[in-house]
């Protein structure tokens, strides 16, 4: 199993360009997550789905916008990139708790993404 | 305020050494605390998941603790390698919103031979 992948891993854009950043996982998670982690912060939750079709906020939802039309993957998107959305972005995915017997279910990150909004 | 502290923001050792890193956190009431170990670069991968009833996880030559009464958790390394280099973040996981996990800032450890 690959687990989670995502693409691009780097990304410089200009103020105002748009991009699709995507999350590819192959265990079969109900649940899927992006985050954004910035220096001196915690990861930050931007958007996420509890199932195919299903998208709900986060912590930061502003200036993103994400979709879910398939259980593998969840789509994070800047519409209008501005320079306060350089960050790494990470994408994470879990069972459905309960699942395999735990009350709980860790989250398996991807790799991140590095955008640069110049 | 943070939810969740840790401290030190960092740490250098010496390979062979034990150390010890602390969380302190505000979230009540709580569903589980976890510990992620985070390379440089890459995404963090889960060391331990305990939940409110637990006070110790061990998983290899990581060992955490934690205490529910006084809202702190320690991550106790044993033996460090060079390859415990990283940042392990503390991650509290809120008991009427699990999805919304909190992270702490993490503490950047540096192991040197």
């Known amino acids: 199993n690959a687990g989670v992948t995502q693409t691009p891993k780097f990304r410089v854009l200009k103020t105002g360009q748009s991009m699709t950043l995507l999350c590819a996982q192959d265990?079969?998670?109900?649940?899927m997550y992006w985050y954004r982690q910035d220096p001196g912060m915690g990861l930050r939750l931007i958007h996420y789905?509890?199932?195919?079709?299903?998208?709900a906020k986060g912590e930061v939802p502003d200036g993103y916008n994400v979709s879910r039309l398939k259980k593998q993957n969840f789509l994070l998107g800047l519409e209008s990139a501005a320079p306060s959305q350089t960050s790494v972005y990470f994408c994470?995915?879990?069972?459905?708790?309960?699942?395999?017997?735990?009350?709980?279910?860790?989250?398996?990150f991807g790799p991140g993404t590095r955008l640069t909004v110049l | 305020k943070n939810q969740v502290e840790q401290s030190p923001q960092s740490l250098i050792i010496l390979e062979g050494k034990n150390c010890t890193l602390q969380?302190?956190?505000?979230?009540?009431?709580?569903?589980?605390l976890r510990w992620y170990k985070q390379d440089t670069g890459r995404g963090p991968v889960s060391l331990t998941i305990?939940?409110?009833?637990?006070n110790t996880k061990s998983n290899g030559r990581y060992t955490a603790t934690l205490d529910a009464d006084t809202k702190q958790s320690s991550l106790h390394i044993t033996a460090s390698q060079l390859s415990d280099s990283a940042s392990y973040i503390c991650?509290?996981?809120?008991?009427?919103?699990?999805?919304?996990?909190?992270f702490g800032t993490g503490t950047r450890l540096q192991v040197f031979p």
């Open positions: 994470a995915s879990r069972l459905l708790s309960g699942r395999e017997g735990k009350p709980y279910n860790e989250q398996f």
């Open positions: 265990m079969n998670h109900e649940y």
């Open positions: 789905s509890v199932g195919e079709g299903t998208t």
């Open positions: 969380c302190n956190y505000t979230v009540s009431p709580f569903s589980n």
């Open positions: 305990m939940t409110f009833s637990e």
């Open positions: 991650v509290v996981s809120p008991l009427y919103n699990t999805d919304k996990l909190i």
